[in-house]
């Protein structure tokens, strides 16, 4: 690690985390403008019961399972005897994000989509240090087995996808095919958010989130107004609806989540955090990336050729980081694509 780096780092960190907190307060500036002063005090939506469309039996059957940590929520679907097809969602969702890969796949696999670590009805905390990579990966194999598998196709996106590469590159064995969308490998990461210009630009919001307290109250503000259809691609999107959007609201709505899934970027991003070593890859792997993402730099998509022994990158021009729900057709036929590859050879 070069004298550079080290004195690079601490720097950029402390510069970001004041951009953050700068950009934070220019956001609760406009809602004022916008909304009115009481717009302070409208705070986070309460449920009773989840949104309709996640109840929908066409997309599988809702269960919990125990990890070492706790509790894990999860929707399974397809038959128990087809292989299965694991999926991992990212910040801010949960589950539910996977809708249209679960009906696209259900008739081949045993598909399941699991609510991470701190997500939707899974288990919270409120501590940091149980969200490194390292523990949100014993998760996973926690969870096959508590399903009776002994492997899987591994699908991930954002905060799920960088969990994915850390599963594949720890347990080889767990994971026959991997999938990841629009997230980078954990060390790839924190080396771009402190060392590229652009990707530490793209990256302020995570070194907002190092703030106490103020992140929340940003994004539970006005009934986590900030989870609007401008996030998913605006009036532009037709595949998420006001519903689906509900089904947002609905997961950072359960006590303890709005900051259990914040933990993520706490735990491996903040300067103290366990700086990762990559890890090889030994399963064919697929990253799928749309590249009108705002937050997560199309350069995350070069080198993996010294880790990763059959790698395909697959580049979805425009779009946005929620490419899964933003052209699904697009990602569902490059998943499909990849695995009657890998199936034929």
Same mark, same amino acid.
């Given at each position: ?125 409120? #501590? !940091? =240090? ?13 969870? %096959? &087995? @508590?399903?009776? /598998? ?77 989870? #609007? !259809? =401008? ?13 689906? %959007? &509900? @089904?947002?609201? /609905? ?95």
């Amino acid at each position: 690690m070069g004298v550079i780096e080290e004195l690079r780092r601490p720097l950029v960190y402390c510069v970001m985390v004041f951009v953050g907190l700068f950009a934070s307060i220019i956001a609760v500036f406009m809602s004022l403008v916008r909304f009115g002063p009481l717009v302070l005090f409208k705070g986070r939506k309460q449920y009773k019961e989840m949104p309709s469309c996640m109840d929908d039996p066409q997309l599988g059957t809702h269960g919990d399972l125990t990890t070492e940590f706790g509790n894990i929520h999860y929707v399974a679907s397809g038959p128990e005897d087809k292989p299965l097809m694991l999926f991992l969602h990212g910040f801010p969702e949960n589950w539910f994000s996977w809708r249209y890969q679960i009906l696209e796949f259900q008739k081949d696999y045993r598909v399941v989509a699991i609510d991470t670590r701190g997500a939707g009805n899974s288990q919270k905390s409120s #501590s !940091r =240090s149980d969200f490194s990579m390292d523990k949100l990966t014993v998760d996973i194999k926690d969870v %096959l &087995e @508590a399903l009776g /598998y002994s492997s899987c196709v591994l699908v991930g996106h954002d905060w799920g996808g960088v969990l994915a590469w850390h599963v594949a590159g720890t347990y080889p064995s767990l994971v026959d095919q991997l999938i990841v969308i629009n997230a980078p490998e954990m060390a790839q990461l924190q080396y771009h958010a402190y060392n590229i210009v652009k990707q530490t630009v793209k990256s302020w919001y995570m070194f907002a989130h190092e703030w106490p307290w103020l992140p929340e109250f940003i994004m539970s503000m006005n009934q986590f107004a900030a989870v #609007s !259809r =401008s996030l998913y691609g605006g009036s532009e999107n037709k595949y998420m609806t006001e519903e689906d %959007l &509900e @089904a947002v609201r /609905y997961g950072l709505s359960r006590p303890g989540s709005l900051t259990s899934g914040i933990n993520y970027y706490r735990g491996n991003m903040s300067l103290l955090s366990k700086r990762e070593e990559r890890k090889s890859v030994l399963c064919p792997t697929i990253l799928i990336w749309a590249t009108g993402d705002k937050y997560l730099d199309v350069a995350l998509t070069t080198g993996h050729e010294k880790y990763v022994q059959d790698m395909t990158v697959a580049l979805i021009e425009g779009g946005n980081h929620f490419i899964h729900q933003y052209n699904p057709d697009e990602v569902n036929r490059a998943m499909r694509q990849f695995l009657k590859r890998e199936q034929e050879g």
